[in-house]
């Protein structure tokens, strides 16, 4: 490709400062073996931004992020900050991020490696298998809806959030989520709570309305507490899951247990056409979903892996890179096989190893695979 495909670096806090270099080496290496051109621009976002600028989220962090194709993201937070008012905490960033590059789709697959089995808490028979993606919607729902807040309310207070959908929202998330079902094993189902809340008893109404339109994707409905169930009773009926942000939250990472370990899995925020034309992509995020993990930053011990593959994946939805996208996937796959594990998936007749030595394995199977 001839064109420098942008990519903003924002590490975060944490852990964040620790594992994204790897992926960023990860690409480094991918770019030089395939003649691709990455640009890597760094910014400071969340508590750190916070300490030096006093925002979570500073202008020249957005301008490089607005600017950029694609956004590589380390993690935000820590008890440092949780006692600030909730209009500056370092999570701010993350629903600014979302808010003004105009993520609304946070794509977030959860599969099993088979050399991981015994990691997870569940039975072998249940979780053998497993590769479902969680689509979550990402900018609307409780977690934007307004009025919102705490306010006296006679002689006590009362806090208020609205959950609110409008038919737009619901119909994007909508098609994202048949679209990825197509490419798949074609079977979506769409989580609610349209037994007891209106807002989504309209999201059940217009995901049903535009099934009409993929008449090869299978749609089922399902309660969201009946999901929640089902993911630890039988996860292998699920194939793509379109939910609600706040529903979408809480479930993927449910979803993320069933693998072994939540520092294993990537994640995709999607939204409008990414820059240069390129045909079927789009401008997106890309995180781990785990968080910063402060109490074991700077000790060499965080799982780099989640980020890594949260490249591959920027790779394959911004870029259009499938097959680079593939041979990191690999180069995962390989280092787990040899059985390298970081503390968080170690086990028995495993090699725990540290942050660093990770990625530089994943990078000597990267160049392995492609010679």
Known sequence: MANELKIAVLPGDGIGREITPQAVAVLEALGEMTHHAFEFNHGIVGGDAIDQFGVP????????AIEADAVLLGAVGGPKWEGLDYAIRPERALLGLREKLGLFANLRPATLYPMMT??????????????????????????FGKPRGIEKFGNEERGINTLVYTTSEIERIARVAFDVARKREKKLTSIDKANVLEATELWRRVVTRVHADYPDVALSHMYVDNCAMQLIRNPKQFDVIVTTNMFGDILSDAAAMLTGSIGMLPSASLGAQASKNREGCLKGMYEPIHGSAPDIAGQDKANPLATILSAGMMLKYSFGLEKEAQLIEQAVFSVLE??????????????????IEMGERVVAQLKQHSS
Request: zero cysteines; aromatic letters at 4%; hydrophobic letters at 35%.
């Open 57 to 64: 989220l500073p202008e020249e962090t957005l301008r490089i």
């Open 118 to 143: 015994d990691a997870s808490t569940l039975k072998r028979e249940v979780i053998e298998g497993i590769d479902l993606m969680v689509v979550r919607e990402l900018t609307g729902g409780i977690y």
């Open 338 to 355: 040899a059985g390298y594990r970081t503390p968080d998936i170690s086990g028995k007749g495993t090699k725990t190893i540290g942050t």
